[in-house]
């Protein structure tokens, strides 16, 4: 069963969101804020494993490496988030996995591209 959080997350000051442990979360805001804490470091490693992959290639791979990008955005989006009459409900724990397998997938690239050149082919 998946257990959807309500979108968008809620902006809250920054000694508030201190106050939240969590390694051990007292309740459903708690949970959440923690959820999408890890969310956001996985897609900023993300996007960094990106603007590092992207420069490496040449035009054809920079349009599959796009191409493979935009793809992998709308099946995430599909898996991961729905809307149900006016709310959009995201399930963050989905979209946290969905992120960080496709972080490494780029991050798989980038070696490769380091280490044995780039292979388009892959993206």
């Known amino acids: 069963m998946k257990n959807w959080i309500l979108a968008p997350i809620l902006a809250i000051s920054g000694p508030v969101l201190a106050a939240s442990a969590c390694d051990k979360p007292h309740n459903d805001f708690d949970g959440l804020y923690c ?15 990106y603007k590092a992959l992207a420069p490496l290639l040449d035009a054809d791979g920079k349009a599959r490496l796009k191409a493979g990008q935009l793809a992998w955005m709308k099946t995430r989006n599909a898996n991961c988030s729905r809307r149900d009459g006016n709310s959009f409900l995201v ?7 969905t992120t960080i397998a496709r972080s490494q997938f780029l991050q798989d690239r980038l070696r490769e591209c380091k280490s044995a050149g780039c292979l388009n082919s892959r993206l």
């Open 35 to 49: 959820l999408n804490k890890i969310y956001q470091e996985a897609d900023t490693e993300l996007n960094t494993n």
């Open 91 to 97: 399930d963050l724990q989905c979209a946290t996995d």
